[in-house]
Each structure stands twice: as structure tokens, then as C-alpha cells.
């Protein structure tokens, strides 16, 4: 029996060259870097990885590319969340023999359907998959999946092995330990929302897909062992960390661009993201990047601009939402905007 799907997965960013294609050099390069810094598995065509930016064919390239470079050093679970169920089966199929461990599936996503409407999808799936499924909840983007359809498909279908809820809902995380680890001890449950990871995991999660650990895979790795080791005070002093660059790359940002902004500070060339941008937006970006740059040196993993960064405020965690303010502000007032 294949090992349990636990601990950290990186939704990889993926790097874009000066034509806006897949820079595979560069990709290869990221896939190993994150390895080594310590993520349990690496998640291709997540939502951090804008699988529904690049088209059908680019999708395999880019699972095809991973597991390839990862040689077997950490499982691969794929995103194969596509328009229907025959291309969905078509992406398990696909992934499967190119080595990856399971597929991520979110639910039917534009039309809002009903749980006996979802569960009918994802049994449809279960039944002629030849590779493990985890499901994916994203209530934000697609039809939710409520607890007594998850129990349901995992009471069902043993090929269902788990699932990564993104809502960042910690009651609804604990309902679903409660109604499903009875039945399978072995389901898998994964939180995609980081600004929760030590809580989740406290409650029971098994690991998390997080954005954040395509930038600071040491420190969300360190969360998640902090809290598998019940050292709670520890892990909820480097949570309160993570949280405030959390917010700093995902809500001043169009979605993924902060994170691909801070995982530059690291060393790799991502290229313009494929979303078209303003001459602003542009502008902006690179503003706000700087304030990530300051949060990355505060975690000492990068060096701070040479212009500096504005005094950092005191570290409570009610501060950290001031602290950016703070940094954007003192950003727009070196470009006499403020």
C-alpha cells in the first residue's frame, strides 16, 4: 500500500520565459530547490500554479516535468481538475503513468451544483480512476463539498485517499476528522490555507498545500513539525510569522503574483505572470515587493533592500497588520506618492 499523503506540498509556481512559455530550466531548478529545503511533496497545477492559465498540453508538460525532476525524491500529487469528467479521467490516466503518486480533483467548478450532484461526479471519478483522488474544496471557486458527501465517498471509494480544504473554516476542518477518521483511519486531510496551518494541525490535519512554501519552505515546514511535535507555543510564534507574510503576498496582489514576487527574492526568474497587467499594477508591484523583501529579511532568509526598510513596529500579533501598512506606506513615500 502506497504511503500516506502527509506534511508540506508546494502548489508550484511555475516559471514563464521572455515569451511567456514554461522556462523548464528554470522549473527543474525550483522543483529540486524545494526539495531540498524540505517540502514532503510538491503539488503541480494548483491554483497557486494557475492551471487555468496555460492549456491542456501545457498541463501535462508541466506534471510531466515535475515528477520527472523530482526522481521519486517526494510524492507528486497532480492537479487534474479539468471541465468535465472525461478530461478529468483523461489528466488521471495521464499522471498516473507519468509516476505521479494521486491528483488533486476540485469539485465541478462555473455551474453551482448540489451535493447529490457533486458526490455523482466524484463517484463517477472514484469508480474509473487509476490512480488515487484527493478532493479538493475551494467553496470560493467551485461547488462545495459538505461533510456527508466526503464521509460518503470515503466510506465508498477506497481509491478517494483524502482531501485539501481551502475555506481556512477550523470547525468545518474538525467536523471532518470527526465524521470520517472513524471509517478511514488512513484519509488523508490537508488544509490549503496557511494562515491556519499550526491550528489545523493541532486539531488533527496531516499537512497543508500551502502558497507560502514556495517562498519560505524552511519555515512552513518548521510550522508543521512544531505542531506534529505538540510544541504549541513555538509553532504558533512562527504561525503569527508566516500569517503576516501570507497577507502581505496574497491581498495587496492580484492572486498568484505576490507569491511569485516573494519566491524571486529567492533566486529564480518567474517571468511576467500570463494575466495582463496596467502600466500601474506594474509600478505597484514592484513597490510592494520590496515590503515582501523586508519581511523575507526579517526571517533572515534574504538581505533587506539597500534603501532599507521602515522600522519594524513591536512584534504582537495584533501589530501585524499595521507593520504592512507601515512598510507600503513607507514605500510609497520614497516614490513621493505619499
Not at 480544504?165 to 490555507?193: C, E, N, Y
Not at 512554501?213 to 518548521?222: F, H, I, L, Q
Amino acid at each position: 500500500m502506497p504511503a500516506k499523503l502527509e506534511g508540506i506540498f508546494t502548489p508550484t509556481l511555475v516559471p514563464l520565459d521572455d515569451r511567456g512559455q514554461i522556462n523548464e530550466t528554470e522549473l527543474r531548478r525550483f522543483v529540486s530547490w524545494l526539495i531540498e529545503r524540505g517540502v514532503h511533496g510538491l503539488y503541480p497545477n494548483g491554483s497557486t500554479g494557475e492551471f487555468t492559465r496555460f492549456n491542456e498540453e501545457e498541463r501535462r508538460r508541466i506534471v510531466r516535468i515535475t515528477c520527472d525532476e523530482a526522481r521519486g525524491r517526494v510524492p507528486i500529487l497532480a492537479g487534474a481538475a479539468e471541465a468535465n469528467v472525461k478530461e478529468t479521467l483523461a489528466a488521471c490516466e495521464a499522471y498516473a503513468a507519468m509516476g505521479a503518486r494521486a491528483v488533486a480533483i476540485v469539485s465541478p467548478f462555473y455551474y453551482r451544483l448540489s451535493p447529490e450532484s457533486v458526490y455523482a461526479y466524484f463517484a463517477e471519478i472514484a469508480s474509473n480512476t487509476p490512480i488515487d483522488v484527493t478532493l479538493y474544496n475551494i467553496p470560493m471557486f467551485a461547488s462545495p463539498i459538505d461533510v456527508p458527501t466526503i464521509r460518503r465517498l470515503a466510506a465508498e471509494f477506497p481509491r478517494v485517499v483524502g482531501i485539501k480544504d481551502s475555506s481556512g473554516d477550523l470547525a468545518f476542518m474538525m467536523r471532518m476528522i470527526a465524521a470520517v477518521k472513524p471509517l478511514r483511519p488512513d484519509f488523508t486531510f490537508l488544509t490549503g490555507w496557511e494562515a491556519v496551518l499550526a491550528p489545523m494541525i493541532l486539531v488533527g490535519c496531516d499537512g497543508g498545500t500551502n502558497a507560502s512554501s514556495n517562498a519560505v519552505p524552511e519555515v512552513t515546514r518548521r510550522i508543521y513539525e512544531l505542531a506534529k511535535a505538540g510544541k504549541y507555543e513555538e509553532a504558533m510564534k512562527w504561525q503569527y510569522r508566516i500569517t503576516e507574510l501570507f497577507d502581505a503576498m496574497l491581498f495587496p496582489f492580484e492572486f498568484p503574483d505576490g507569491f511569485r514576487a516573494a519566491a524571486e527574492f529567492r533566486g529564480f526568474r518567474f517571468g511576467r505572470g500570463r494575466l495582463p497587467q496596467t502600466t500601474s499594477q506594474r509600478t505597484d508591484r514592484d513597490a510592494l515587493a520590496k515590503v515582501l523583501q523586508c519581511i523575507l529579511a526579517d526571517f533572515e532568509l534574504v538581505e533587506p533592500p539597500a534603501a532599507g526598510c521602515a522600522v519594524r513596529i513591536a512584534q504582537p500579533s495584533t501589530d501585524k497588520i499595521e507593520q504592512m501598512i507601515v512598510e507600503v506606506l513607507h514605500e510609497l513615500e520614497k516614490r513621493g506618492v505619499g
